[in-house]
């Protein structure tokens, strides 16, 4: 039940304030439980607010849950490498990348239910709109971990696709983690911040010597095990 000293302090809210508000309450309801045992009743009562206005702000249910998922998964990975200092003795850019991976691991860990619940719907192709969601923030993501990684925009089509296929990576390595029990959180965050920049140094310079006559380095061949 909303009471007087809840309308007064709800009115003094803005519209962004307000509309922040009912979708950090539908966010905490969505990832605690499964999307059809949440109404948007029980979302309005828990924000504070009336239903009539949780549907002008948000429309439908569903509208509100999508909203929730593209809040979810555009958030940024964060820090940038402009937040690291310069005067680390180690390298700034994995510095940055593993800082980045904790904070993504965090998000993730926090709102668990809501985040699978969201792959797990784009991912069968039945809901467009689930899936669009996704792949914009996959594409977006991707732009991201590339400039902390200190990949400009120059960077070949082929390291573009394996930042992307890291993407679906990272997703798995969640549910092995959360889901299944497989992996340990240290375990996770050793293959999420490791895994990345070794395809990066290894494979981007055999694939790009793949185009052409000139044969993948020695070494190269020796970290796939062709050469003694």
Do not use: C
């Amino acid at each position: 039940m909303v009471t007087q000293k809840d309308a007064k302090r709800w009115n003094r809210l803005d519209y962004d304030e307000r509309k922040a508000q009912i979708l950090a309450t539908a966010q905490k309801l969505f990832s605690e439980r499964p999307y059809g045992s949440v109404s948007t009743t029980e979302i309005a009562e828990a924000a504070g607010v009336t239903r009539g206005l949780l549907h002008h702000y948000f429309g439908t249910k569903r509208d509100l849950y999508l909203e929730v998922v593209r809040e979810l998964v555009d958030s940024p990975v964060v820090p940038l490498l402009d937040a690291i200092g310069s005067d680390h003795q180690e390298d700034p850019t994995r510095l940055g990348w593993a800082e980045s991976v904790e904070a993504w691991m965090e998000l993730v860990e926090a709102h668990q239910g809501a985040w699978f619940i969201a792959i797990s719907a784009g991912e069968t192709g039945q809901d467009e709109a689930m899936r669009e969601i996704l792949d914009q923030s996959r594409d977006r993501t991707a732009t991201q971990v590339m400039k902390v990684l200190g990949l400009d925009d120059s960077a070949s089509p082929e390291t573009r696709a394996l930042v992307m296929a890291f993407g679906r990576f990272a997703e798995e390595i969640t549910r092995e983690w959360l889901l299944r029990g497989r992996l340990t959180r240290d375990q996770a965050r050793v293959l999420l911040v490791g895994s990345l920049p070794m395809l990066v140094d290894r494979l981007v310079p055999e694939m790009a010597a793949s185009q052409t006559d000139v044969p993948p380095e020695p070494r190269l061949r020796r970290w796939a095990g062709q050469v003694s």
